[in-house]
């Protein structure tokens, strides 16, 4: 347990490392470095959907007895997730991270607290399926070790990283401190260690719907991926180098789960 409440914010870690890049900027974030860290971003967080989330549930619910009907709560928890997602998207009004104002491409000083909002949503899935992958590996019924778990963490914490930099950067370019950049950045991913914590807590209570856990994680991850992440890569020229960054994210993060898996 003591190594769960450890692991939980090397998520955080990641986002703090990547909002430091903001004190080695020189000038604004370049389009074509955006749309690589989105892509892999979004290829990280689609295959922890797969190995850490998805195929864990599944087996779990084969071996509760549904056997070729294991599909079922996978299927059920990953919509639910991103139904969920879908909700929450429409209630907290955002701003994408790329956005342009009528002002110009530049994220205004006035725009910060949206900025942080649109980061804190994408954390929230995020969060969760970290929380939901330890609790799940406490628990011993989900057939998940402390290194598929870490797998996870470690990936997250990977993709965590050019999150924060593509938070802090545009909001330095827009006329903040650095230092003010960089902790607005940091202050993006508190909403993980916190989300991860809440997810295990009532973890316990719903230890027979593991599965329908893990998968809504998956769920709410593919989402953000769908509706934020892949858009930001692809838009305007060189929309393949976001596709090779998803790429290069995707295999990376699956080398670790099942490396560590």
Same mark, same amino acid.
């Given at each position: 347990m003591k190594e769960a409440l450890v692991a939980i914010w090397i998520p955080f870690l990641g986002t703090m490392l990547g909002s430091a890049c903001v004190f080695f900027m020189k000038g604004q974030l370049k389009d074509k470095?955006?749309?690589?860290?989105?892509?892999?971003?979004g290829g990280v967080m689609i295959a922890a959907s797969v190995w850490s989330l998805l195929i864990p549930a599944m087996d779990m619910s084969e071996e509760s007895g549904m056997g070729k009907l294991s599909f079922i709560p996978a299927s059920v928890g990953?919509?639910?997730?991103?139904?969920?997602?879908?909700?929450?998207?429409?209630?907290?009004?955002?701003?994408?991270?790329? &956005? &342009?104002?009528?002002?110009?491409?530049k994220v205004e000083l006035?725009?910060?607290?949206?900025?942080?909002?649109?980061?804190?949503l994408h954390n929230i899935p995020e969060g969760m399926a970290v929380g939901v992958t330890f609790a799940g590996m406490l628990s011993g019924e989900a057939n998940i070790t402390f290194m598929g778990a870490m797998a996870l963490t470690i990936g997250i914490a990977i993709?965590?990283?050019?999150?924060?930099a593509i938070i802090s950067m545009p909001v330095c370019a827009a006329g903040l401190s650095k230092k003010k950049a960089f902790l607005y950045?940091?202050?993006?991913?508190?909403?993980?260690?916190?989300?991860?914590l809440l997810t295990i807590w009532l973890s316990h209570y719903f230890v027979g719907v593991m599965p329908y856990l893990l998968a809504f994680a998956?769920?709410?991850?593919?989402?953000?991926?769908? &509706? &934020?992440l892949i858009p930001e890569s692809a838009e305007g020229e060189h929309s393949n180098i976001g596709t090779i960054g998803f790429s290069i994210g995707f295999v990376i993060m699956m080398i670790l789960d099942v490396a560590l898996g």
């Open positions: 470095v955006q749309k690589v860290l989105s892509g892999f971003a990953l919509m639910l997730g991103v139904l969920f997602l879908l909700l929450l998207d429409k209630m907290i009004p955002h701003l994408h991270v790329n &956005e &342009e104002t009528s002002e110009g491409p006035q725009k910060s607290t949206m900025l942080i909002l649109a980061v804190a993709q965590n990283f050019p999150e924060g950045g940091t202050l993006s991913g508190v909403v993980e260690p916190l989300g991860a998956a769920g709410a991850m593919i989402y953000v991926v769908v &509706e &934020e």
